[in-house]
């Protein structure tokens, strides 16, 4: 057992929550609010109160529940096997749709770093490319994915916040203002038509809670660390996502594969917007390596609990779920051959939608059984009436967030469900005796 000296404190945890969020979810963005207006920040504000909702949630879940599982264990307090089944399988097929976003928001900003035009042919190949060589590095085991992400990740942290705290000298209100609403779309139609990409950016939030053994005083500070953190989050967010409508004009901005080299280049010059771009392209590749191997990861212990396949739970000597990854990878090649669209954005639109759809069962599920599992903990009546309210809230937000993120996406994340309790019924066939009463 880690002695008090060897813990976390509160401010390391918030720290290291607010480095888990803002791996590269937040690269495309400035482009994609661009879309809406800046009438988007509205979105942001919606979505900071949801995810902080959630996230103090996913704090109090991580610290009363018995059950393993992550989001699995928590929904099965209310809805048993299938709930955790349904929950785990569908944050998977989240994973392994986001996980091709990540890879085309690394190939707009290749392709801008070297000047290539490329068709839906070739962004659909470079996204290949990138899947499978992340994919592949990861069979050599946990330990080089580790380090190599804590790295990269700054790549993202250092241009965002850099634009968040210098962008104000070249900030031009005027131009923030003609860009507040290009499309004259009404309030109810606007801030929806962000909410999706705004989630997005936050998507990860409940893992923040996995660290709550290594810090002091978990109970109280847990719960701290995840809301400062999601609320520092939220803060850089919108900051440098407004700052940078006040400096490039919104069409250009809108238009752009790779919105902050574009920006940095306004700012400075042509050769700081390039090596933004790279620094961003380094933070994208070590993201997706450490989510690639966190996939795998997620359908190997699917496998062993007997949900998927077993094929997913086969390792090799460096206990690397080498076969899974390789079909995980398949999947993805076809996805993204899928979803090639006549341009990069519209394919990331398209990905990230169905993304945020497939992890909202998840947190739904979750925060739907958070009374059962307080009560199965003896939570004090008042802390379980003050949670659950905040885990509806949360829950209301989601169902917003569903309503935002179309009804292509709807469709599809229904036919992924779908096809998850066809694939939990044959599973449960094969674990019981179907001559004997259950």
């Known amino acids: 057992m880690a002695t008090n000296k060897s813990k976390m404190s509160v401010v390391q945890l918030t720290i290291l929550t607010v480095v888990n969020m803002m791996g590269s979810g937040i690269i495309m963005l400035p482009a ?17 109160v949801g995810s902080m909702c959630l996230a103090y949630a996913f704090a109090k879940c ?55 035009n490329l ?54 209100p005027s131009m923030y203002a003609e860009a507040w609403n290009p499309h004259n779309m009404g309030f109810f139609e606007a801030v929806p038509a962000s909410i999706a990409i705004t989630l997005w950016a936050f998507l990860g939030l409940e893992s923040a809670c996995a660290n709550s053994e290594a810090v002091e005083n978990p109970e109280k500070n847990v719960p701290i660390a995840v809301l400062w953190g999601t609320l520092i989050t939220a803060i850089i967010y919108i900051v440098s996502t407004n700052v940078v409508a006040g400096i490039v004009p919104n069409a250009d901005l809108a238009a752009s594969d790779a919105p902050f080299g ?20 380094l933070s ?13 990861q997620v359908f190997k212990s699917g496998a062993d609990e007997g949900y998927f396949i077993p094929q997913f739970g086969k390792v090799t000597a460096t206990n690397t779920p080498v076969l899974g990854m390789s ?32 992890n909202l069962i998840p947190y739904i599920l979750s925060m739907s059984a958070i009374i059962v599992l307080q009560k199965a903990a003896n939570v004090p009546r008042k802390e379980m009436v003050f949670t659950s309210i905040i885990a509806f809230i949360g829950n ?23 096809a998850g309790w066809v694939l939990y019924g044959k599973v449960v066939s094969t674990k019981y005796d179907l001559k004997q009463p259950f």
Not at 284 to 296: E, H, M, N
Not at 341 to 350: N, P, T, V
């Open 119 to 172: 068709s839906p042919l070739g962004v659909a190949l470079g996204t290949i490319a990138f899947v499978w060589l992340t994919m592949v590095a990861n069979f050599g085991g946990a330990r080089i994915t580790g380090k190599i992400s804590s790295v990269t990740v700054w790549g993202a942290i250092i241009p965002v916040i850099g634009v968040s705290l210098l962008g104000w000298f070249w900030f031009s």
């Open 262 to 281: 574009l920006v940095f280049a306004s700012m400075f010059n042509h050769t700081v917007g390039q090596i933004v771009m790279a620094l961003l392209i």
């Open 62 to 116: 991580g610290r009363f529940s018995t059950k393993s599982g992550g989001m699995g264990g928590y929904a099965e307090y209310s809805f048993g096997k299938g709930g955790n089944f349904m929950a785990n399988y569908t944050y998977a097929v989240s994973l392994l749709i986001a996980n091709v976003a990540i890879a085309i928001s690394a190939v707009g900003y290749l392709a801008a770093f070297m000047g290539w």
């Open 32 to 48: 994609k609010l661009a879309k809406v207006g800046t009438i988007s920040i509205l979105s942001w504000l919606v979505t900071a």
């Open 327 to 358: 079909i995980i990878a398949a999947v993805q090649t076809a996805l993204a051959f899928m979803t090639m669209d006549e341009g990069l954005s519209k394919q990331f639109d398209i990905l990230v939608n169905l993304a945020v759809v497939t």
């Open 396 to 418: 209301l937000y989601s169902f917003y967030a569903l309503y935002g993120s179309g009804q292509e996406a709807m469709f599809w994340g229904g036919m992924a469900v779908f």
């Open 284 to 296: 994208c590749t070590g993201s997706l390596l450490g989510w690639q191997f966190t996939i795998g």
